[in-house]
């Protein structure tokens, strides 16, 4: 069964640099697709970006292109979301997901990875 | 990028009411169509896909169905554990997308 387990929820200040991670305890990293997913406060739901931790093929949404960077580390089966210079508007919840086997639709979520950015 | 519109945001039903979501695409999506659950704190969790293939262990009173741009998410005798917000997702083209949401609320 594949878990996702995300990193703690974070607080930080604008300007600062973050990183935070999504350990696939599943068999099959190497093979799956990983998706981040924004929910801003009170907000929908917004896809961010996908890696293939196979080969680390990534693509990005257009919104997001830019403005962060997914990464893998297939030794430790964790994918990683990261901003080099957080923003207020960056205050959201981030989760990662896999996408199914066979189509882009999301099988399994993490629990969920709390950042705010405030002065 | 593909428009996904959900209706209505905001619904107040009762225990044991047949619930209706509708979902539009703004361009024909065929039938590359998820529905999630998500409850208040916790992460989405996979209702239905490819418009009405309900995902193993979801009850049946659960169903999905459409196909084009206009699709719907039925809830045939809402339940106490059904109180939670819904969200349709296409996945027919890059950027994937999703509405923005329907919560269901008690009334």
């Known amino acids: 069964e594949v878990q996702l387990v995300q990193s703690g929820a974070e607080v930080k200040k604008p300007g600062e640099s973050l990183k935070i991670s999504c350990k696939d305890s599943?068999?099959?990293?190497?093979?799956?697709?990983i998706a981040w997913v924004r929910q801003m406060p009170g907000k929908g739901l917004e896809w961010m970006g996908i890696i293939y931790p196979g080969d680390s093929d990534t693509r990005y949404s257009p919104s997001f292109q830019g403005q962060v960077t997914i990464s893998a580390d297939k030794s430790i089966t964790t994918a990683y979301l990261q901003w080099s210079s957080l923003k207020a508007s960056d205050t959201a919840m981030y989760y990662c997901?896999?996408?199914?086997?066979?189509?882009?639709?999301?099988?399994?979520w993490g629990q969920g990875t709390l950042v705010i950015v405030s002065s | 990028d593909i428009q996904m519109t959900q209706a209505p945001s905001t619904l107040s039903a009762s225990v044991g009411d047949r619930v209706t979501i509708t979902c539009r695409a703004s361009q024909s999506i065929s039938a590359w169509l998820a529905w999630y659950q998500q409850k208040p704190g916790k992460a989405p969790n996979l209702l239905i896909y490819k418009a009405s293939t309900l995902e193993s262990g979801v009850p049946s009173r659960f169903s999905g169905s459409g196909s084009g741009t206009e699709f719907t998410l039925t809830i045939s005798s809402l339940q106490p554990d059904d109180f939670a917000s819904y969200y349709c997702q296409q996945y027919t083209s890059n950027p994937l997308t999703f509405g923005g949401g329907t919560k269901v609320e008690i009334k």
């Open positions: 599943g068999y099959s990293f190497t093979s799956d697709w």
């Open positions: 997901a896999r996408r199914s086997p066979t189509w882009e639709f999301f099988d399994s």
